[in-house]
């Protein structure tokens, strides 16, 4: 099956610091992938949209400036939380779609962030 | 606006079976997803209807009536590792995912 990967899993900085969240497709490319955030009970919220080589397209509400987004390549994507606050603390959670008919998602593990 | 309904939790007992619901109001639809989520986790994938109908695969079943907006994922011999939250997902007109907020599921010995 189709497998995502994302680096770091887990993840504590300081406020005011920047960090650079990973998402890998292994085994297929992925024409799109996805960036999500989720508190915790709550269910996924999408932040963006990214296609390989274009910029990428962020959800309402979602500060482009602050969550940057490459997706330089078509097996990875990257999201940067820049000057990461106490609320950016949350799990990120990126996943990828190969192109096909199936619009099947293939989620990466996640990546937990807590900012102090 | 669109919209996805699932109860927010439900409990069960370990050998018997569960329904969770999940009914819909989308601008266009183009496929229904479940994806079971455990704590800490990301979610991965269960079932995707796009036709009316049932659609067994194992111990998890999923049905679609288009008609109603309206579809349940059914789990039987439940385990514990069943324990988990189950996210239904709607696939719009633009091919955009639209997540519900997750079932809670409980499953108790």
């Known amino acids: 099956g189709a497998v995502v990967s994302q680096h770091p899993s887990r993840v504590i900085c300081k406020s005011g610091t920047s960090v650079k969240i990973e998402c890998r497709s292994l085994?297929?490319?992925?024409?799109?992938m996805f960036w999500y955030r989720q508190f915790p009970k709550q269910s996924l919220m999408l932040m963006a949209t990214s296609n390989e080589g274009s910029k990428a397209t962020y959800e309402q509400g979602v500060e482009k400036d602050k969550f940057l987004i490459n997706h330089a390549s078509l097996t990875l994507s990257t999201l940067t939380v820049t000057s990461a606050h106490p609320e950016d603390s949350s799990f990120y959670i990126c996943?990828?779609?190969?192109?096909?008919?199936?619009?099947?998602?293939?989620f990466g593990p996640g990546t937990r962030l807590t900012v102090t | 606006g669109q919209n996805i309904d699932q109860p927010t939790e439900m409990t069960a007992t370990e050998g018997a079976i569960v329904q969770i619901n999940c009914t819909y109001q989308?601008?266009?639809?183009?496929?229904l997803f479940w994806y079971q989520q455990h704590a800490g986790e990301a979610p991965t994938f269960l079932s995707y209807n796009v036709l009316d109908g049932l659609e067994e695969k194992g111990r998890f079943s999923s049905f679609l009536s288009r008609s109603k907006g309206y579809s349940y994922l059914l789990l039987k011999e439940l385990q514990m590792k069943d324990s988990a939250s189950y996210l239904c997902a709607v696939l719009d007109s633009n091919y955009q995912l639209i997540w519900g907020a997750g079932t809670k599921l409980i499953i108790k010995p």
């Open positions: 085994d297929f490319q992925a024409t799109t």
């Open positions: 989308t601008s266009g639809f183009n496929g």
């Open positions: 996943s990828a779609r190969d192109g096909s008919d199936s619009y099947e998602q293939y």
